[in-house]
């Protein structure tokens, strides 16, 4: 939030709060437990995420079926904060200086099958992208 987008082509710029209502939406659609942490205005005025330990844990948790997947979203014109790429790095082994690329799904499965762990981060032209990643509806 508070950084400035820029209009896309073709259509409206879309914030990261309407992206995430869209996000949600699907994936109570399809199955998936769902967790975000909102922000909380406190007797200054300010907005902050009361948590502890290390801040930048991606904005979804969800889980459906034995499947962890983890979800950055960032509105039109976002960019992903040093905290967050730390998390990524941390979900994903990867080492300092690495970033996570938008829209790719990185997924592992446990070996013997039937659990799996993903993360992504996606902006609203990745849609399409975190569908698949998401997966069909079950049951
Ligand atoms: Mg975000």
């Known amino acids: 939030m508070g950084r400035v987008g820029r209009a896309r082509a073709g259509r409206p710029r879309i914030s990261e709060a309407a992206f995430q209502a869209q996000v949600m939406a699907f994936a109570r659609r399809t199955g998936w437990l769902v967790h ?66 938008r829209g790719r799904a990185y997924v592992f499965a446990f070996p013997g099958g039937g659990v799996s762990f993903g993360y992504m981060l996606a902006y609203p032209d990745d849609f399409d992208a975190l569908v698949a990643f998401l997966g069909e509806p079950v049951g």
């Open 36 to 101: 975000h942490s909102r922000p909380a205005q406190n007797r200054s005025g300010r907005f902050s995420t009361p948590l502890s330990g290390n801040a930048g844990l991606p904005d979804l948790v969800m889980a459906r079926h034995g499947s962890v997947a983890f979800v950055e979203l960032k509105g039109d014109g976002g960019s992903i904060g040093p905290a967050q790429v730390e998390w990524a790095r941390g979900l994903l082994g990867q080492p300092y200086g690495w970033v996570p690329d």
